[in-house]
């Protein structure tokens, strides 16, 4: 590998429960890859787990470290899984060609959920994800860490406000936080206030990549589908529609935000006093339209380690693909089309509408 050819990047981690080991695999392919100096990770949910256990990895044993962290990380998950998930899929179910959210398991699980409040069904607070992240991120090597900038988001429950956690702060409480889905677990409290998943109000947050780190690229890595070709017309189809449009809002507001800006600056339209005080952001996006598009809310909650590994292996072709189209560009130019995605614009400049 050529030492000198090395671009530095900021990576943003969308959540998505099991689906996050899509981005397992893009931060698998880009530590093996070795071409990206991943300055800054801003991250929610399933993907500050990814982050934090990239980082303490990284950190303890460099590039290869932060694989194996990532391995070990979600074999835990998927033991933890099997030994507590209420929905797993049984042999006989798998034989009749059911899907998860077909299962009787799921559809009593569903009702619970939508019945009683963590609070009633789960009194005592009982998380499995505590106990993995506990035996596999040592907290004091991720508040030391030096190699990675972290920017964790959780939603102030009270305020609707996002909370940024960085190095020093994060905390597994932090890390809980970020992943803490409203109708399955109790709000975790922190110095006072109470979070609940950040993907409500940040899925992932850019805006602290543009104030705390050096690099003007950002890579997202989507988990959630933007498009869908198709119109749902089933109840499962438009409530998991619905979950991806959610958990979508926040991210594409700050891209809006980010094409608005990027048009001011391209297009001169800034005073000179003014122009020093923005930064020209470059965007660039490893979509999961198409790789996980069979996919549905229910799969979030698998956790068998074929699965998992199959959703590894999708992200890392996505992230292959993306660095052979797209790893030149990086430090020039954005490789998402701004303007034409965020503003509604065509080529010559004039607003369309989007089908």
Avoid at 193 to 204: E, L, R, S, V
Wanted: proline share 4%; glycine share 8%.
């Amino acid at each position: 590998m050529d030492r000198g050819n090395i671009k530095r990047v900021n990576l943003a981690l969308q959540g998505g429960g099991a689906h996050g080991a899509f981005a397992w695999g893009i931060l698998d392919k880009f530590a093996e890859d070795g071409r990206l100096d991943i300055e800054g990770l801003s991250a929610t949910s399933a993907g500050s787990m990814n982050a934090v256990v990239y980082a303490q990895g990284r950190m303890n044993g460099g590039l290869d470290g932060a694989r194996e962290a990532l391995e070990k990380f979600w074999r835990d998950i998927s033991d933890a899984g099997q030994m507590f998930s209420p929905v797993r899929t049984s042999g006989f179910e798998a034989a009749l060609g059911l899907g998860l959210e077909q299962t009787p398991a799921y559809i009593l699980f569903d009702t619970l959920t939508r019945t009683f409040s963590p609070y009633q069904f789960n009194p005592f607070n009982f998380n499995p994800l505590r106990d993995v992240l506990a035996k596999n991120v040592d907290i004091a090597a991720v508040n030391a860490c030096n190699c990675v900038e972290l920017f964790i988001c959780a939603t102030n429950v009270r305020t609707g406000q996002p909370r940024i956690f960085r190095n020093p702060e994060v905390t597994l409480e932090a890390v809980l936080a970020s992943a803490c889905l409203p109708f399955l677990f109790q709000a975790v409290e922190i110095d006072g206030g109470h979070y609940w998943d950040g993907g409500y109000m940040g899925n992932p947050a850019l805006y602290p990549l543009f104030h705390h780190t050096q690099s003007r690229d950002i890579v997202i890595a989507h988990i959630n589908p933007i498009v869908r070709p198709q119109l749902p017309t089933t109840a499962p189809e438009i409530h998991n529609r619905l979950n991806e449009i959610t958990f979508n809002s926040s991210l594409l507001r700050e891209l809006r935000a980010i094409a608005f800006v990027t048009k001011l600056i391209e297009q001169d339209w800034l005073k000179a006093e003014h122009r020093d005080k923005l930064k020209h952001i470059l965007i660039h996006s490893i979509r999961a339209d198409e790789a996980l598009c069979d996919l549905t809310v229910a799969s979030k909650f698998r956790t068998d380690w074929e699965f998992l590994c199959r959703l590894r292996d999708l992200g890392r072709a996505a992230a292959e693909h993306w660095l052979e189209r797209s790893f030149d560009h990086v430090g020039h130019h954005s490789t998402v089309d701004l303007r034409s995605e965020y503003l509604g614009e065509t080529a010559t400049g004039k607003e369309h509408t989007h089908a």
